[in-house]
């Protein structure tokens, strides 16, 4: 079983930044492959950014490309999303997600996860 802790939300305001932090436990970090998503109120979970376990190859949904940036730290078991130019439509709930994997996959939906965690609020003001 592996335990997620997200960390790092809060309140900006627009054009700001903020670097959300993703702590894994349980098992061996590096063989997981890692995903940031946020759900908004009334509206579906979405993927923002997926990367490889070996931090090879990594993906962004098109709303955070240039702006968002996605890396990990095996040796810390952390993965990190750094949130630049934020505006207040990236105002969500950010959840980090894992799931066991080889190779230099990533993944982008929700189903494709086994492990959660609780989640942290990101509130950008305009």
């Known amino acids: 079983q592996v335990q997620l802790v997200e960390s790092g939300g809060g309140l900006v305001q627009a054009g700001g930044s903020l670097r959300l932090s993703c702590a894994a436990s349980g098992r061996t970090f590096e063989h997981y492959a890692m995903g940031w998503f946020r759900q908004a109120p009334g509206k579906e979970r979405e993927c923002v950014a997926a990367?490889?376990?070996?931090?090879?190859?990594?993906f962004y949904v098109a709303s955070v490309k240039g702006r968002f940036t996605i890396s990990r730290d095996n040796a810390k078991n952390t993965v990190y999303l750094q949130m630049n130019s934020l505006k207040p439509e990236d105002t969500a709930v950010y959840y980090c997600a894992a799931r066991y994997a080889r190779g230099s996959s990533y993944y982008t939906t929700e189903g494709e996860y086994v492990h959660w965690g609780q989640g942290t609020q990101v509130t950008v003001s305009s």
């Open positions: 990367i490889s376990w070996s931090g090879a190859s990594s």
